[in-house]
């Protein structure tokens, strides 16, 4: 294991317990699913790391969740409210200076609510962060003032700026995805063109996808209810507006399991549970934030190696 900066530690402790206080002190519930699951979401380009059958997992292969997404649904779907959880997440073969393997993700869902309202939450999420991490005081405990940091501020607040994809794409990469839809084409030019654009923005919310990449999210019109939220063109969340729609959402995964078998990819069974009680949530919505990465952009750091303990 890679020895860290005693004082980066130390430094995302704080930042862990400020994330803490920041959702306790707004009526939200923390909870803890299970690490291993029988059944991730069938993304294409997510690879969960499988774990081979054994007597303790009841003889049955599983996975290391990638996202504990799923099984927080159950939770709303059950009747609980407002809740979030702060844990380990595994992607198979994702390695590098803003990827590791086995990595750290806050995740936080409210029934009732639309990604506009996970949008504030996340913009006083990390204000609230960025005072701490400025050794600032708090505001009523809870620090809804601002630490003023990398220069993205207006001299009281920092800056959030919201660009639409359509905009992006017709700005930096010259097409308008609506019009001709290419999945292949939106990733690259998403990588090489967008998040690059992005960079010299500071604090960004990509807002509204098209259908086609609307994941999990509700589709409004013709845009999915989805944003990324980006640090320097760093992505660190992304957010949707929940679907609730189980007959919807058993399409989207055999899309998603025909394109993985077409790619070569594991072939991961539906959660059926999660399709059976889906409708019961009726409407909320949930965001997935990156904790190491939110804590690379908090003290300046360069790489997630410096900031968490890494094989």
Known sequence: MKLLNVDLLKRRAKILAGIRTFFDSRGFIEVETPVRIAAPAPEVNIDCPEVPPSRIHGGETSYLRASPELQMKKLLAAGMDRIYQIGPCFR??????RHNPEFTMIEWYRKGATYLDILEDTKRLYSFLSEICGDRPFVDGCGDRP??????????????????????????AGWDPWADWNQDRFDFDMATKIEPALKSLGLVFLMDYPPQAASL???????????????????LANC????????EQRRRFLESKEER????????????????VLGDMKSAAGVALGVDRLVMKLVSADEIAHVRCVD
């Open 92 to 97: 198979d073969g994702e390695k590098g200076s």
């Open 147 to 172: 630490f003023v940091e990398n220069g993205m501020f207006d001299g009281e607040n920092l800056v959030f700026k919201e660009i639409t994809v359509r905009d992006a794409y017709l700005s930096w």
């Open 217 to 235: 999210a509700k589709i409004r019109g013709d845009v999915a209810e989805r944003w990324e939220f980006y640090s320097d063109g760093i992505e």
């Open 240 to 247: 949707f507006t929940e679907l609730c729609d189980p007959v």
């Open 261 to 276: 078998r077409q790619l070569g990819e594991s072939d991961y069974p539906i959660d059926e549970e999660f399709l059976a």
